[in-house]
C-alpha cells in the first residue's frame, strides 16, 4: 500500500514562512517524480511545483516562483516544499503527488495539509 503524508501546514501571517513536508511510503521513491500541488476554496486544484527523480531538475508555476522551493531527501523518502514572502493568495490545500517516472498514469496522492495566509 502506498502512502503519502503530508504536514507541516497551519495558520501564518502575511509575510511569513512554511515548510511543508511529504512522506512517502510503499514505493520505490526514487522512481517518482514528486509534486506539490494546491485547492482553494470555490477553485480547481492546481500545480505549484515539481522536482524529478534525480532531484536536478525543477519546475514553478509562476504564481510562486522565487518564493516557494522544493527539495527531496531520497534516504528518508520526504520531499519538502519551502514557501515563504507567503500571500494570502496562497492559502490553500496543498496536495503532494508522487507519478512514475516511465509511466506516468501510476500516480498517488496524499490526503493534504491546509495552509492559511491570514493577519
Known amino acids: 500500500q502506498v502512502y503519502l503524508v503530508e504536514s507541516g501546514g497551519g495558520l501564518v501571517q502575511p509575510g511569513g514562512s512554511l515548510t511543508l513536508s511529504c512522506a512517502a511510503s510503499g514505493l520505490t521513491f526514487t522512481e517518482y517524480v514528486m509534486n506539490w500541488y494546491r485547492q482553494a476554496p470555490g477553485k480547481e486544484r492546481e500545480f505549484v511545483a515539481r522536482i524529478s527523480t534525480t532531484g536536478v531538475v525543477t519546475n514553478y508555476a509562476d504564481s510562486v516562483k522565487g518564493r516557494f522551493s522544493i527539495s527531496r531527501d531520497d534516504a528518508k523518502n520526504t520531499v519538502s516544499l519551502h514557501m515563504k514572502n507567503l500571500k494570502p493568495d496562497d492559502t490553500a490545500v496543498y496536495y503532494c503527488?508522487?507519478?512514475?517516472?516511465?509511466?506516468?498514469?501510476?500516480?498517488?496522492w496524499g490526503q493534504g495539509t491546509q495552509v492559511t495566509v491570514s493577519s
Open positions: 503527488s508522487a507519478v512514475h517516472f516511465f509511466r506516468s498514469t501510476i500516480s498517488y
